[in-house]
């Protein structure tokens, strides 16, 4: 775990693994909540996961978002109970309210039980970046509807996003031929590249407003000479 990770929440495990990115994000995101509640009695009560370690849970292996390595589960453990965070409205609402200001969200999200075929597991945050997280949010998507949208946005058309802290970002998708995939990739911004887990990579560029404005500049042009 992080350093500094007990003083603000607990693992119920000695060896916490998450992606390189959603760790520190993680780390972020639980130590806002520490500060802003005053309380360090979130407990992460699942994160990655083997194969051989799904194998012992409803959702088959091969099946489980815990595989990604960039989702995480919570509870609160007063040092003798074990609870559900969403029982405390002030807990929950918290997180769910901040969530996207690190990047992550609620991965399987109550209402959107027919789209993403989960139930009763509102508690487990997956990561997918400031950019996309915000941008979910704003339109109350749940992780198939992103990546519903997002396909239609190609390098050439990218989806435009301000995230909560004021960041702008350019997103988005490529498909993948059988087990490869060509990706353009921009220079001199700095990006993140990500499956989706349906044979598909998105792709997150961070820019700056200048770059956003030469852009749109620049697919306007594009537009026009098209005509």
Sequence with gaps: TPDGATAAYKASFNTLMLDGAALPSMHEFLSAFNKAIGKNDLIISSAYRTFEEQGKFSVPAGKSDHHTGFGFSLKIYDGSVTSNVYD???????????????????????????????????????????????????????????????????????????????????IYYTACQGDMATVKLPTNFTYTVSGDNEGGIIVSVSLSKTAVQQQQQQQEQESASAQ
Excluded at 112 to 129: A, L
Excluded at 144 to 150: G, P, S
Aim: glycine content about 10%; hydrophobic content about 35%; aromatic content about 16%.
């Design 88 to 170: 405390n409205p002030d807990y929950y609402n918290w997180l769910v309210d901040n969530a996207h200001k690190y990047g992550f969200v609620v991965r399987y999200p109550e209402g959107k039980e027919s789209i993403t075929g989960v139930s009763g597991y509102v508690e487990y945050f997956h990561y997918v970046g400031d950019g996309a997280a915000t941008y979910m949010k704003d339109n109350g998507l749940c992780l198939e509807e992103f990546v519903a949208q997002i396909k239609a946005h190609t390098y050439n058309n990218p989806l435009m996003v301000t995230d909560a802290n004021g960041q702008d970002w350019l």
